[in-house]
DNA sequence: AAGATTTGGTTTATTTTATAAACTTGTTTA
DNA sequence: TAAACAAGTTTATAAAATAAACCAAATCTT
């Protein structure tokens, strides 16, 4: 039976913040914002499940005056990227 | 940016579905359900999206007296899935 | 042979999720 | 100083997934 694939991660905006951290230290808000063409509501929401379930971490300080969220990938939730990679292999491993 | 993702495909049971499909000439009801784990009525209902957007034909006949449905993957599904992969793999290339 | 159970589903209702619209707080610009 | 903009958050709506309830016919039980 095929591994069942962490929803938390089975979301395209979900896994598209997730891509985006697994390249970099860490990205601001604004940043993700455009890379990803996501409106700023849906991108508030996802980013807070995401922290909630500990696969990143969200830092707000400031950049001069105007407010700056910052977020970044935790151990966790690289290994949860991990997992969800080998999982969906199974799924499309037979398209190529 | 990154590929959007064919919301028919980027679920797990219609991929799932799908997946089979790829390695087979046909699959019935039955069997995908067994092999998904699915509920019948959640088998049911994804079944009848992937036939109407024309990524696979349902068949109903019979197996003896007994109902049978019998499902398989059309061209038009198999470049979907080809599709879906390639814009997947934007998505995890990073997580290896 | 009548009733109970199983098979193979479909339909409908409920829950969850994703998304967008509206709002808030503060900043910069005209 | 009023209007517009930036960076988000909160709340409402739309869409999706899932489960519960149902149905018809076959088969098993006593």
Redesign the pocket.
Known sequence: MLKPLN??L?????LAVMSILLGVESA???YI?TETG????????????LQRAGYIT?E???????????CSMTDLGREAMREYVEALKEYIGGAR
């Open positions: 929803p938390l089975h979301s395209e905006l979900r601001d808000f604004v914002r996501a409106t700023a509501g849906n991108l508030s929401v996802q980013l807070d499940k969200i707000k300080g400031f950049n001069g005056k105007m407010p700056r969220t910052t």
